[in-house]
Every structure is written in C-alpha cells, then in structure tokens.
C-alpha cells in the first residue's frame, strides 16, 4: 500500500512559476513509476508526465514539454513537478500518481490505467 500527498498548488499569472511536490509512504521500495496528471472540470484526466523510479528516464504530454520538469528525490520519497512559463490552459486539479504492480511497463506511462495509487490532488489556476 502506497499513500500520496500532494502540495504546492496555488494562483498565478500567466507565465508565472509553480513547484508541486508529492510525498509518497508506506511501501515504496516496490514502485516502478510516478507520474502527475491533471483534470479539469469537463475533461478526461490527463497525463503530464512519469519519471521511472531508480532510473530517472522521463516523459511529458506534448503539451507541457520544454515547461514542466519532473524528477524525485529518492532520500525522502518526493516527487516534484517544476511548472515554467504557466498558461491558462494549465488550469487543473493536479494528481500524483504510482505504479508498483508488476507487468508490462510502458517507456511514456501517460495514462491513468498504468497507476494504481492516487492522491487527492493540488489545484493549480493560471490567470490570463
């Protein structure tokens, strides 16, 4: 079992800066990937970016590459999703993710079936 909190949401202008951080506990040791996604009301959830546990290989949605980064600090379970240069559209409830269960793992899991464990989500609201 695997428990998720995310923070560091908030309000800003466009072309603003946020960092989001998401703290994972419980059994951790096991985890294959993270991953944050977003939704927005009248939206699908959608997937933002992974980061392989040990590893360190990335991927993002098309839409955020070259503006967010994400990476972990494997000494105290954290994950972090550094958002640049924020347009509107990035307006979202921003969710941590995690995959431990053991299959097939996808190089770019950008999708909200590859992830078992969720947290509850940080809102994220960008001002034209």
């Known amino acids: 079992q695997v428990q998720l909190v995310e923070s560091g949401g908030g309000s800003v202008q466009a072309g603003g800066s946020l960092r989001l951080s998401c703290d994972a506990s419980?059994?951790?040791?096991?985890?294959?990937?993270m991953g944050w996604f977003r939704q927005s009301p009248g939206k699908e959830r959608e997937g933002v970016a992974s980061i392989r546990t040990g590893v360190g290989r990335t991927s993002y949605a098309d839409s955020v590459k070259g503006r967010f980064t994400i990476s972990r600090d494997s000494a105290n379970d954290t994950v972090y999703l550094q958002m640049i240069s924020l347009k509107p559209e990035d307006t979202a409830m921003y969710y941590c993710a995690a995959r431990s269960r053991p299959g097939y793992l996808d190089p770019a899991p950008l999708k909200s079936y590859q992830y078992e464990y969720w947290g509850q989500g940080t809102q994220v609201t960008v001002s034209s």
């Open positions: 419980g059994n951790t040791f096991s985890t294959k990937y």
